[in-house]
């Protein structure tokens, strides 16, 4: 069965970055695009960014472009997403997802806190 | 950037109900739509997408409908397992979530 296995919890200090992990199994890795999607407490889900798994093109949502870099290691199965210059504002759940064959999200992981404190 | 609004923002109702969410696009999303339902502490579930295509698993209580940019979520008669969070998502350019619709008990 398909799933989506993230990295754990992580507290960062302003201006630090936050480096999540998202492990995919249960289908061909090169096959999809994996997306990531935040939440903060409160709020409803927001896009960030994709990686095109079988060509590693990526694209994200412009008020991430600079600090937003996507990538993943084939031979893994999985997808990074590192978030640099963190601000109180990146403190969330961040998601990893999967684009499915219509291109709507079918399978998401766990998610991930990032909690940005002094 | 296309603006995706999502009503009502919470409603109350009881198990049995028939509930109707709509979500309005700024522009036609030629039925890149998707449906969402979220619990508390989980990650977003696929309910619909493509505007009116359920996803395997999902009781047939649920149905989606629309076209251009109107859609709307029907749960045609609410069990104790639907109260939730839901979420419609437009792909026809990027992606963009809607504001949410949180169903309660009444």
């Known amino acids: 069965q398909v799933q989506l296995v993230q990295s754990g919890a992580e507290v960062k200090k302003p201006g630090a970055s936050v480096t999540v992990s998202c492990k995919a199994s249960?289908?061909?890795?090169?096959?999809?695009?994996l997306h990531w999607v935040r939440q903060a407490p409160g709020q409803g889900p927001e896009w960030m960014a994709w990686?095109?798994?079988?060509?590693?093109?990526?694209k994200s949502l412009p008020k991430f472009e600079g600090r937003v870099t996507i990538t993943m290691d084939t031979s893994a199965t999985t997808a990074y997403m590192d978030l640099s210059s963190l601000t109180y504002q990146d403190t969330a759940v961040y998601y990893c997802?999967?684009?499915?064959?219509?291109?709507?999200?079918?399978?998401w992981g766990q998610g991930t806190l990032v909690t940005v404190s002094s | 950037d296309i603006q995706v609004t999502q009503s009502p923002s919470s409603l109350s109702a009881s198990v049995g109900d028939r509930v109707t969410i709509t979500c309005r696009a700024s522009?036609?999303?030629?039925?890149?739509l998707a449906w969402y339902q979220q619990k508390p502490g989980k990650a977003p579930k696929l309910l619909v997408s493509?505007?009116?295509d359920l996803e395997s698993g999902v009781p047939s209580r649920f149905s989606g409908s629309g076209s251009g940019t109107e859609y709307t979520l029907t749960i045609s008669s609410l069990q104790p397992e639907d109260f939730a969070t839901y979420y419609c998502?437009?792909?026809?350019?990027?992606?963009?979530f809607g504001q949410g619709t949180k169903v309660e008990i009444e």
């Open positions: 493509g505007a009116s």
């Open positions: 997802a999967r684009e499915g064959y219509n291109s709507a999200h079918d399978y």
């Open positions: 522009q036609d999303l030629t039925r890149s």
């Open positions: 990686i095109n798994a079988g060509n590693g093109y990526t």
């Open positions: 998502q437009q792909y026809h350019y990027d992606w963009k």
């Open positions: 249960g289908y061909i890795f090169t096959d999809y695009t």
